[in-house]
């Protein structure tokens, strides 16, 4: 799989820079969340089936926003498909603090499109 190095093209880098930090920054949220909710909540209630299922799939999505910061397009389709199936299973996650995982991963696809519209043109783009 080919692997985007940084571009050279001016308005890519900043946005995937920017993706970069609302990645970050969203994945570092929800994970300060679970630790605080998993270990230090002192009553448990049992968890179910759907919550279960919305757990698995939203840590799907934050895995493909990580994988996203080496390949674009795997990690970017990933984390925004992960996000719409999670639309269908809670509706309530359209609720505006989920938006940085497909505003992230939107970002991260246009950064690979326009890297491979750049490529097309003639110019190099590195793999590793």
């Known amino acids: 799989m080919k692997r985007i ?16 930090i609302l990645s970050v920054s969203f994945i570092a949220i ?4 679970f630790i605080g909710e998993t270990f230090f909540q002192e009553h448990h209630e049992p ?30 389709a990933l984390a925004l ?12 996650v359209l609720i505006p603090p ?3 995982v497909p505003l992230s991963a939107l970002l991260f ?3 690979w499109w326009l890297d491979r519209r750049h490529d097309r043109r003639g110019n190099t783009v590195a793999s590793h």
Do not use: D, H
Not at 49 to 54: D, E, S, V
Not at 83 to 88: A, E, P, Q, R
């Open 5 to 20: 190095a940084s571009s050279t093209n001016k308005e890519t880098k900043v946005i995937r820079r920017v993706a970069r």
């Open 30 to 33: 929800l994970l300060f969340f």
């Open 47 to 76: 968890i179910t089936g759907n919550a279960i299922l919305q757990l698995s799939i939203t840590g799907i999505s934050l895995l493909g926003l990580a994988l996203a910061w080496w390949w674009e397009l795997l990690g970017g």
């Open 81 to 92: 498909t992960a996000y719409i199936i999670l639309c269908f299973v809670n509706p309530m």
């Open 98 to 100: 989920l938006f940085p």
């Open 109 to 111: 696809l246009v950064c």
